[in-house]
C-alpha cells in the first residue's frame, strides 16, 4: 500500500492521460453525481454531500473538501460497458437483390473509470455473467470492459440506502479495480492489484504507507460496514420467493408501483434489452438497435396474442424473484449488490428491503431447480448470415413453410432449436427448426404479425437473414429404446416435425411413435402430404383430431387430450409436446395419469425471445432462459412454476 | 408497390401543430414525398379532397362539433389505414376541458353572439368515434415518431413506437431524474414516451403531453406527491392539461376533486 498527497491528485489524472486514456469520474451535473469525462482532480465533487432516501436524492455543498460526503449517484459502470441504446448490424439490400449484413462493433479507446465503489465492481462482474458468461459472450461488452482502467475508492462513510454489508459486496473493494484509493484527510492510501493500477502508480509520487496507515483501512472498513444505512437478509430468499408467489405483498406494492421502469434503469445488474429495426423510407438500408429495456413495460413480456405480465403486481414479482431469487440459480450470486439506487431513485420510494423484509414474513418454501451450467462462452455478434429462400410450400391459409439455403451453412440444425429469421427494416422473430440440415433449413411459420405476415409472403429466390440455430434441441438420444407419444397442437407440429423423421428413419431405437395431432380444422392440418405417408410407416400410429370439423372430415373431433388413452399412450413411454401453453398444462396432467413422469415428459416453451442468446432477459423464466437453456425443457424442470400466471 | 400509395392528412379541432411536424421535417419531407402520394394536404399543398381512397390517412383533431363527425365518418369510409395524430386526436386535447364544464353557459359568457356558435358539448378523441389503426402520441406530435409511423408504413413493420414511461427514455439519455433530485411533480412515470424525455431533459417535470402510457397509475403518483406536499388542486391541475379526458388522467383528477 502507497500514499498518496491530496495535493497530488491531479497526478494521477496526468498518469492516466499519459497513458492516453480518457478519464470518466464523478462530476456535480443537474444536482447529481453522474459519471462523465473529466478533466483533473478540480472537477471531482470535493465537499459535496447527497441526502438519499426513498425516492429522494439531494446534493449540497458543505464540509470539508472531501470526497467521502457522497455515494453513488445514478450512474454506474453498466453506461460505460453496456451504453443504453446502440446499433448492433447494419443491413442493405445489394443491387442483386442479396442482403448484406455488417456488424457495428465499438473500437473503444483506452480509458480510465474513476471512484468506482465496491458495490459497482460487484454489479460489473454480475453483468458479466449475463452477458459474456456463455455460452455466448458479447464482444462489443467485453471490449468495452477490457478497454477500461478502473481507480476504485473504498467507502469509508456509507449513505442511507446502502447496504452492501447485507449484499458481501463491500464496502472494501475486493475485485475488479486496478487501483484502489482510500481517502484520508490528507490524502489517499493506494492500492494496485493488477499489472496495469501498478504501472500508473508507477508514474505516482508516492511513499509506501506507515504500518498504522494500512492498519487505519482494516478499521475504517469495518467501521463502514457496521454503519450501513440498510440490511437486507438474503439468506433462503429465492425460496422463500418462489414459494410465496400468492403472497399478500405483491398486491399491496402494486398499489404504489408505477411500473415506470426508474429501478431497472438504475440498477447496475439490470441487463434487459429490447431491439428495434429502423431504415430508411425504401427499406433499403437497415440496422438493428440494441436499447435498456425493463421488465416492467407490457413489451417485454409480450408475444403474439398478449403479454405474460399484464399486472403491476406480475412485474413487479417478476423483477424481485429474479433479482434476489432466480439470479442465485442462474449465476451463482444475488443480483442485487446493495447499492441503494432502486430506493433513490424509485419516483414513489418503494423500498426494495423494506418488500423483502415483509416478503420473508410468511410461508412458503419453494425449492429452484438449478439450470444446466454452460462452460464455455463462444462470442456472438448477434449479426445475420445472408441466406436465400428456395422453395414456399403453403401449409394452410395463414402458414408456410420456408426452406432456406443459407450461404455459409450452419452447424448444429437439429430438431427443437430454433433460428433467429429476419428481413431488415421489420424484424428478426424466432423460429424453430421444422426440418432440413446444415445446408438448408426448413421453417414453417404462421402469420401472426408485422415480421410474420412479410415472411410468409415471400417467394422463391428473395433473401432472408438467419442467425443460429440456438437453444437446446429434443433430447432424442435419452428418448430411444422407449415408445414415444408426440402431442402436437397446430403450428406446435413444426418444431416437432423433425425429430419424428428422425425417429422414422431410426426404427430400431424408436421401435414404437405415437403422433397425437389436434389442429383447428381440417384445412389446418400441417403437413397433410407428409402425415399421409407416415401412416404408411409401420413404427409410426397416427391419432388426429380438429376442433371443429367440416362435412368431410371423419375423424376425431375435440381437444387433442381426448386422443391420449391406454393405445396412444403405451406403458413405459416417454413423451414430447408442443402446443399453446394451456394445452400443454392438460396434456401433461393427462399423461401423468397414463403413466408418464415429468422426468420423461418434454415440453418446448415460447417466450419473448428477441436475442436468443441470453443477452436480452426477455425470456427468462424462473432460474432458466428459455432461449438457452431451453427452448426444450423436461416437465419436472419447469413444473414449479409452469402455469403460474405472470410468468 | 406499383403505385405510391395515397396519403391524406385531416384535421379536426386542433392547432394545426401536427401537421405542420410532416412539414418540418426537411431531411425526410422529399423521401415521403417520394414515397407517398400526398393526395391532400390542407396546410401545406392547395389540391383538394378528390373523395377517392387513402392509403393512410392520418387525423388531427379531436371530435368538437357535427361537422366533424360527419366528414371524420367519410374519411373512415375511404382510408385503409387510420392514423390519429397528437394529443386532441388521441385524448380530446385541451379544449376537452370543457367536458367538466356547461358549455351553454361558457359560450354566453365568452361570445358576443352565441348563436354563431355550433359545438358538442364536448371534444372527445377520435377513436371514440371511429376505429383507429394506430394512435400518434403528443402536442405536438414528435417528428422522429412521425417518419418513423410512416416508413413503418411502407416498409411493413410494426412502428418502434413504444407504449412506456418517459422515464425509460429519460434514463436511456442519461438526464437527472427532476423529480427524485429536485422535487418537481413529474408525470413522466406514468406518461407514453416518444418525445425523448424533452421537458425532464431541460430540467423541468413532464406535463403529460403525451397522455397516460399503458396502466399508468395516475393515482398512485397523485397519492406520493400529495405526501410530498403538493396540493390537491395542483395536482388536478397538473392532470388536467393537454390530455386530460384520457381516461386513466381523467379518472385519478375525478378522484382528487372529489376527494
Keep these: ?647 | 408497390m406499383s403505385a405510391r400509395p395515397r396519403l391524406g392528412i385531416f384535421k379536426m379541432a386542433s392547432c394545426d401543430g401536427c401537421q405542420l411536424q410532416l412539414v418540418g421535417c426537411e431531411d425526410e419531407l422529399l423521401a415521403v414525398a417520394g414515397a407517398l402520394d400526398i393526395a391532400f394536404f390542407a396546410v401545406a399543398t392547395s389540391k383538394k379532397d378528390d373523395g377517392g381512397r387513402y392509403d393512410l390517412a392520418l387525423v388531427e383533431g379531436s371530435v368538437s362539433n357535427e361537422e366533424q363527425l360527419a366528414h371524420l365518418l367519410d374519411i373512415r369510409a375511404r382510408s385503409d389505414f387510420l392514423v390519429t395524430i397528437g394529443a386532441c386526436a388521441t385524448s380530446g386535447g385541451i379544449q376537452a376541458l370543457r367536458n367538466w364544464r356547461d358549455v351553454d353557459e361558457m359560450i354566453r359568457v365568452v361570445y358576443a353572439t352565441p348563436s354563431y356558435i355550433d359545438t358538442l358539448a364536448t371534444s372527445t378523441p377520435i377513436a371514440d368515434h371511429v376505429p383507429v389503426d394506430f394512435e400518434l402520441r403528443g402536442c405536438p406530435i414528435d417528428k422522429g415518431q412521425l417518419v418513423e409511423l410512416i416508413t413503418a408504413f411502407l416498409v411493413g413493420r410494426r412502428p418502434a413506437i413504444r407504449d412506456e414511461s418517459v422515464c425509460m427514455e429519460c434514463k436511456r439519455a442519461g438526464a437527472t431524474c427532476v423529480l427524485v433530485a429536485k422535487g418537481d411533480p413529474c408525470l413522466g412515470p406514468i406518461t407514453h414516451a416518444g418525445c425523448g424525455a424533452i421537458c425532464p431533459r431541460f430540467g423541468r417535470g413532464c406535463y403529460g403531453c403525451f397522455g397516460p402510457k399503458e396502466r399508468a397509475a395516475a393515482s398512485a403518483l397523485a397519492a406520493h406527491l400529495a405526501s410530498g406536499g403538493v396540493p390537491a388542486e395542483a395536482l388536478v391541475r397538473k392532470l388536467r392539461g393537454f390530455t386530460a379526458w384520457a381516461p386513466a388522467f381523467r379518472d385519478a383528477s375525478d378522484a382528487l376533486d372529489e376527494g
Excluded at chain 1, 425516492?55 to 457522497?70: C, P
Design chain 1, 1 to 647: 500500500m502507497q500514499f498518496l498527497e491530496r495535493a497530488a491528485l491531479d497526478a494521477l489524472f496526468d498518469a492516466l492521460r499519459a497513458e492516453g486514456r480518457a478519464v470518466l469520474g464523478p462530476t456535480v451535473v443537474d444536482g447529481a453525481i453522474r459519471l462523465a469525462p473529466i478533466d483533473g482532480a478540480q472537477d471531482l465533487p470535493a465537499g459535496w454531500t447527497d441526502a438519499q432516501g426513498p425516492g429522494h436524492y439531494r446534493l449540497r455543498r458543505g464540509g470539508d473538501a472531501t470526497f467521502d460526503g457522497y455515494v453513488v449517484g445514478p450512474d454506474s459502470l453498466k453506461q460505460v460497458f453496456f451504453p443504453s441504446k446502440e446499433t448492433l448490424y447494419r443491413a442493405e439490400r445489394r443491387a442483386d437483390g442479396k442482403l448484406g449484413f455488417s456488424p457495428v462493433l465499438p473500437d473503444p479507446g483506452a480509458s480510465a473509470v474513476l471512484g468506482v465503489r465496491a458495490c459497482d465492481l460487484a454489479a460489473a462482474r454480475i453483468q458479466r455473467a449475463a452477458l459474456e458468461g456463455g455460452p455466448y459472450a458479447e464482444p462489443r461488452h467485453r471490449a468495452r470492459r477490457e478497454a477500461a482502467l478502473i481507480v476504485a475508492v473504498n467507502c469509508t462513510r456509507p449513505g442511507a440506502l446502502c447496504f452492501c454489508a447485507s449484499t458481501e459486496t463491500g464496502p472494501r473493494v475486493t475485485e475488479g479495480a486496478d487501483l484502489v484509493l482510500t481517502e484520508r484527510p490528507d490524502g489517499f492510501l493506494v492500492e494496485a492489484p493488477t499489472q496495469a493500477g501498478r504501472a500508473v502508480l508507477a508514474r505516482l509520487d508516492t511513499r509506501p504507507a506507515a504500518a498504522d496507515e494500512v492498519a487505519w483501512v482494516d478499521d475504517a472498513m469495518r467501521e463502514a460496514a457496521a454503519n450501513m444505512g440498510r440490511e437486507v437478509d438474503l439468506d433462503g430468499l429465492p425460496e422463500q420467493l418462489f414459494g410465496r408467489l400468492d403472497h399478500a405483498r405483491w398486491k399491496i406494492v402494486a398499489e404504489r408501483c408505477l411500473a415506470c421502469g426508474n429501478c431497472t434503469s438504475v440498477c447496475p445488474t439490470c441487463f434487459c434489452s429490447t431491439s428495434e429495426h429502423p431504415s430508411s423510407i425504401d427499406g433499403d438500408e437497415a440496422s438493428r438497435v440494441r436499447l435498456w429495456d425493463s421488465c416492467f413495460t407490457e413489451e417485454h413480456a409480450y408475444i403474439h396474442g398478449g403479454g405474460f405480465r399484464p399486472r403491476t403486481e406480475d412485474r413487479y414479482r417478476q423483477w424481485l424473484t429474479h433479482k434476489v431469487g432466480a439470479w442465485v440459480a442462474q449465476f451463482g450470486t444475488s443480483g442485487c449488490v446493495g447499492c441503494g439506487r432502486c430506493i433513490a431513485w424509485c419516483p414513489v420510494g418503494i423500498d426494495l428491503t423494506e418488500e423483502i423484509a415483509a416478503l420473508r414474513q410468511g410461508e412458503g418454501i419453494a425449492a429452484l431447480p438449478a439450470p444446466p451450467a454452460h462452460a464455455c462462452a463462444t462470442d456472438e455478434d448477434l449479426v445475420p448470415r445472408a441466406a436465400t429462400v428456395t422453395r414456399v410450400e403453403r401449409e394452410s391459409d395463414d402458414v408456410v413453410t420456408l426452406h432456406v439455403a443459407v450461404d455459409e451453412g450452419l452447424q448444429g440444425v437439429l430438431p427443437g432449436r430454433f433460428c433467429q429469421v429476419s428481413l431488415p427494416g421489420i424484424g428478426e422473430v424466432p423460429i424453430s427448426i421444422s426440418g432440413g440440415d446444415g445446408a438448408l433449413l426448413e421453417h414453417t411459420i404462421r402469420a401472426v404479425g408485422r415480421a410474420t405476415d412479410a415472411l410468409c409472403a415471400l417467394s422463391p429466390g428473395d433473401a432472408v437473414g438467419i442467425r443460429g440455430p440456438y437453444g437446446r434441441a429434443w433430447p432424442l438420444e435419452a428418448l430411444a429404446g422407449r415408445p414415444v407419444v408426440v402431442v402436437a397442437g397446430g403450428i406446435g407440429l413444426a418444431p416437432l416435425r423433425g425429430a419424428l423423421r428422425s425417429m422414422i428413419a431410426r426404427p430400431d431405437e424408436f421401435p414404437e411413435v405415437h403422433l397425437c395431432y389436434g389442429a383447428r380444422s381440417p384445412a389446418d392440418v400441417l403437413y397433410a402430404k407428409e402425415l399421409l405417408g407416415w401412416m404408411e410407416v409401420p413404427t409410426m400410429h397416427l391419432h388426429l383430431t380438429v376442433d371443429h370439423a367440416s362435412p368431410a372430415w371423419l375423424g376425431h373431433v375435440g381437444v387433442v387430450t381426448r386422443l391420449l388413452d391406454a393405445r396412444s399412450v403405451p406403458a413405459g413411454a416417454s413423451a414430447m409436446i408442443c402446443g399453446p401453453e394451456i394445452m400443454m398444462r392438460f396434456t401433461v396432467e393427462r399423461l401423468a395419469q397414463l403413466g408418464v413422469p415429468d422426468e420423461r415428459t418434454w415440453v418446448t416453451m415460447e417466450r419473448n425471445m428477441q436475442c436468443a442468446t441470453g443477452f436480452c432477459g426477455r425470456c427468462q423464466y424462473g432460474p432458466y432462459f428459455v432461449c438457452k437453456d431451453g427452448p426444450v425443457f423436461s416437465f419436472d424442470q419447469i413444473r414449479f412454476l409452469f402455469g403460474e400466471e405472470g410468468y
